[in-house]
C-alpha cells in the first residue's frame, strides 16, 4: 500500500565531478540488482542538472536538500522550489534537523516551504526528530507530534503527497542508531498522529522513513518493523556500496 523508499541525503559532500561520478555508480548498480524499494538520491542544488543528465529516472529519482519558502524575487542566495523543479528533481527534503539547528528554520517557514514544494509539484521528504535532552526528559513523542502537527494546515490531499522522515538528532553521524524498537515506537506515534487527523487511510498510506546512523548493518533490522518504511541516509549515502547494501536490506 505504501512505499518503501531509500533516500539519500549527500549533504555538503562531493565537488561536481565526484557527485557526478558517485550518480552514475549508484544509478548502474540500483539498475542491474534486485530492489524492493524506490530508490532517491538527494544531491547539492548545484548537482542537480549534471546528476539529473546521469541518472535513470525509473532507476533512481532526484531531490533537493531545501528549498526556499519565497515564490521568487530578491532573496540572494536562496533557490526557489520552481527553480528546484526545472532541473528536473522531483523531491526535496525539507526541515532537516541540521536547518532547523544551523539556519533557525522554524515550523511556519517550513509549512510555507512545504506549501512551495507542493505548488511546484515536487515532493517533500519532510524531516522532524527529537534531541538528546528530549529524549532523555521524555518528552521525545510531543516534540515530534509538534513537528508533524506544524503540516496540519494542509489539506488531506496535499499531505497525502508527503514523505515522512524521523531523524532522532542524537542519532545523526554518531553512529549511535535508534534501536529498532524505539524507531518502530517513533513511527507508530507519528502515525497515530496522522489517522487523528487525517483518518487511517492517509496515515496507511504515508511512508515514514527512519534516519541516523542507518548502514548496510543495521537497516534490515529498522526495515523488519511495521512501521519504518525505509531509511534516509546520510554518511553511508556517499558510497554506491553501503548504499547498496541498505536498499539490498529490502530484499
Ligand atoms: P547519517 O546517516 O550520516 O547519520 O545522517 C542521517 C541524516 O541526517 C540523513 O538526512
Same mark, same amino acid.
Given at each position: 500500500m505504501r512505499k518503501n523508499i531509500v533516500a539519500g541525503n549527500w549533504k555538503m559532500n562531493t565537488t561536481l565531478d565526484e557527485g557526478v561520478e558517485l550518480a552514475n555508480e549508484i544509478n548502474a548498480k540500483v539498475k542491474e540488482t534486485a530492489h524492493n524499494c524506490d530508490v532517491i =538520491?538527494?544531491?547539492?542544488?548545484?548537482?542537480?542538472? #549534471?546528476?539529473?543528465?546521469?541518472i535513470e529516472p525509473d532507476v533512481v529519482a532526484l531531490g533537493a536538500e531545501n528549498c526556499s519558502e519565497?515564490?521568487?524575487?530578491?532573496?540572494?542566495?536562496?533557490?526557489?522550489?520552481?527553480?528546484?523543479? #526545472?532541473?528536473?528533481?522531483?523531491?526535496?527534503i525539507l526541515g532537516h534537523s541540521e536547518r532547523r539547528q544551523y539556519f533557525g528554520e522554524n515550523n511556519e517557514q517550513l509549512l510555507a516551504k512545504t506549501r512551495q514544494a507542493l505548488a511546484n509539484g515536487l515532493t517533500p521528504i519532510f524531516c522532524v526528530g527529537?534531541?538528546?535532552e528530549d529524549r532523555e526528559n521524555g518528552s521525545y513523542n510531543?516534540?515530534?507530534?509538534?513537528?508533524?502537527?506544524?503540516?496540519?494546515?494542509?489539506?488531506k490531499e496535499d499531505f497525502e503527497k508527503l514523505i515522512i522522515a524521523y531523524e532522532p538528532v542524537w542519532a545523526i553521524g554518531t553512529g549511535k542508531t535508534?534501536?529498532?524498537?524505539?524507531?518502530?515506537?517513533?513511527?507508530?506515534?507519528?502515525?497515530?498522529?496522522?489517522a487523528e487527523k487525517y483518518g487511517k487511510e492517509t496515515a496507511d498510506s504515508t511512508s515514514i522513513l527512519y534516519g541516523?546512523?542507518?548502514?548496510?548493518?543495521?537497516?534490515?533490522?529498522?526495515? #523488519?518493523?511495521?512501521?519504518?518504511?525505509?531509511?534516509? =541516509?546520510?554518511?553511508?549515502?556517499?558510497?554506491?556500496?553501503s548504499f547498496l547494501g541498505i536498499i539490498e536490506a529490502f530484499n
Open positions: =538520491i538527494c544531491v547539492p542544488f548545484t548537482h542537480l542538472t #549534471s546528476v539529473n543528465a546521469m519565497h515564490d521568487k524575487g530578491a532573496y540572494t542566495g536562496e533557490v526557489s522550489a520552481a527553480m528546484v523543479k #526545472s532541473t528536473g528533481a522531483t523531491h526535496v527529537e534531541v538528546l510531543d516534540v515530534v507530534q509538534a513537528q508533524v502537527e506544524a503540516l496540519f494546515q494542509l489539506s535508534a534501536t529498532a524498537e524505539q524507531a518502530q515506537d517513533m513511527h507508530a506515534h507519528i502515525r497515530k498522529v496522522i541516523g546512523s542507518c548502514k548496510p548493518e543495521n537497516a534490515r533490522e529498522l526495515f #523488519s518493523k511495521p512501521d519504518v518504511d525505509g531509511g534516509l =541516509i546520510g554518511g553511508a549515502a556517499l558510497k554506491a556500496d
